[in-house]
């Protein structure tokens, strides 16, 4: 009797054993995915431009709020008008544990290097919101308008009106390009690091006129250093809060009241590496959508005149591939496609 008692106790202790390894297999597998390592956001431009500020404020707002176990770690990558950053992405198949905030230069920097890479060679995450561009100059220029601008850039000698902006034949440049169009005229493109060295070398008076971001110059122009002439949109910007003693940003005049027929707005987008599994994608889009849940994030669109457009998904591909074809066009007219 003893001895059947015995093997009953063992054989109730074992079917307990197999019993919890199967309900702790099912957990696992039924656990949703999660990253096991510190998260790399790859910026492909330099520091204290818009996708530095934005990709430093998702890191911050991660960690301030506890929303991921893992660490965001900022990584900037602008070599080769941030093709070092592209590739860098493309180059990481099957690692989950690495993303990259995206601008315009997603398809004007291959366009215009020949760089071996298209925005299809990594995974489509989430836009974020839509950028602006302003035509701003020194504060102490004469150009009280964009109309005086543009006069005086027809009337100028090739060159001698200075514009600094992001890298060579990027979106600054492009903007370039579509201004000398409008005006008739031909400027000086100065490449220089990034947003927020190209805000700082215009406050200083190196260059005569950027197409900034407007979170790029908002602090200078806050500090009366920078003056906006006009915004390339087809309608002012939404937020009314004034920036200055006098003005908002809804109370910058549109390019296009200026006879400037130019409207364009630049991609503030997360990829992640090639092969990435739809769960990957998804934990990522959950933690951004909880981003941009956030009042900071609110307040850093006001700050920025951001267009708080997102998009993921099918959605999101269909937008870039009409993104794509609308830049290769713009790309040829301007003359800045690869040889």
């Known amino acids: 009797m003893a001895a059947k008692t015995f093997w009953l ?22 656990a949703p995915w999660e990253p096991t390592a510190p998260v790399q956001l790859v910026v492909p431009a330099g520091t204290g431009g818009g996708a530095d500020q934005m990709a430093r404020f998702i890191q911050a707002a991660v960690t301030k709020h506890g929303l991921m176990r893992q660490p965001i770690n900022v990584v900037n990558m602008p070599g ?17 544990h690495k993303l990259i905030i995206t601008l315009s230069s997603l398809f004007t920097t291959p366009m ?27 504060a102490q220029s004469p150009h009280k308008s964009a109309q005086d601008f543009v006069a005086a850039l027809g009337n100028s000698p090739a060159n001698s009106v200075k514009l600094g902006g992001t890298g060579s034949k990027q979106e600054d440049q492009l903007m370039s390009v579509l201004l ?50 006009c915004v390339f949109d087809g ?22 009241a200026a006879r400037i027929p130019v409207q364009y707005l630049m991609l503030r987008g997360i990829f ?23 009042p900071e994030w609110k307040e850093l669109m006001a700050r920025g005149a951001f267009k708080t457009t997102t998009m993921s998904g099918t959605e999101f591909v269909d937008w870039l591939d009409r993104t794509e074809s609308f830049h290769k066009t713009l790309m040829r007219e301007a003359k800045l496609l690869a040889k």
Do not use: H
């Open 80 to 96: 080769n008008s941030g093709a070092e950053g592209l590739m860098d992405l493309k180059a990481s198949p099957g690692n989950p």
């Open 180 to 229: 000398e169009t409008a005006a008739g005229g031909r400027l000086g493109y100065v490449p220089l690091k990034g947003g927020g060295d190209v805000a700082k070398n215009l406050a200083e008076g190196v260059v005569d006129a950027t197409v900034n971001n407007p979170i790029e110059a908002e602090a200078l122009w806050r500090a009366g250093k920078v003056r906006p002439l």
């Open 9 to 30: 106790e063992r054989l109730n202790r074992t079917t307990a054993t197999l019993a919890a390894l199967l309900v702790a297999s099912t957990a696992a597998a039924a």
């Open 272 to 294: 992640t590496t090639p092969g990435a599994t739809p769960e990957q994608v998804a934990y990522y889009k959950t933690l951004l959508d909880k981003v941009r849940a956030l």
């Open 235 to 256: 309608a002012p910007l939404a937020y009314r809060a004034k920036i200055t003693a006098t003005q908002s940003w809804a109370d910058i005049p549109t390019c296009m």
């Open 112 to 138: 215009a290097t020949g760089t071996d890479f298209n925005w299809r060679d990594i995974t489509p995450v989430s836009m974020l919101a839509l950028d602006q561009f302003v035509l701003w100059v020194n």
